[in-house]
Nanobody
Framework: QVQLAESGGGSVAAGGSLNLTCVLS??????????MAWFRQAPGKAREGVAG????????YYADSVKGRFAVSQNNDKDTMYLQMKRLQPEDAAMYYC?????????????????WGQGTQVTVSS
């Protein structure tokens, strides 16, 4: 199986920072996951791919809306993905989901991964 578990969400004032963590597990994880990403969805807004990373290479992708503010990274075993969020803005408030799948794409954040976590809430007050 493939399992994803997010943590680290919370409430922060505008301009503040939060760090999210996603742990990948399951005996099928390595065979079925070569890309891990963070997606978010706020009420009244479409789901948005925020940031992601190809596990083997470490090549990272970012939505234009978060470039320069967010950073995605992995641990050495590449089974844990992090999202460092800085200078958070009210428009960043959303449910953040860890997602993963297997594909080759120049624009992976535009694709819906197969596996999803339950989400972690990020609230930003102005």
């Amino acid at each position: 199986q493939v399992q994803l578990a997010e943590s680290g969400g919370g409430s922060v004032a505008a301009g503040g920072s939060l760090n999210l963590t996603c742990v990948l597990s399951g005996y099928l994880a390595n065979a079925n996951v070569n890309f891990m990403a963070w997606f978010r969805q706020a009420p009244g807004k479409a789901r948005e791919g925020v940031a992601g990373v190809y596990r083997a290479s470490g090549y990272a992708y970012y939505a234009d809306s978060v470039k320069g503010r967010f950073a995605v990274s992995q641990n050495n075993d590449k089974d844990t993905m992090y999202l460092q969020m800085k200078r958070l803005q009210p428009e960043d408030a959303a449910m953040y989901y860890c997602a993963a799948g297997w594909y080759t794409s120049d624009f992976p954040l535009t694709e819906a991964p197969r596996y999803w976590g339950q989400g972690t809430q990020v609230t930003v007050s102005s």
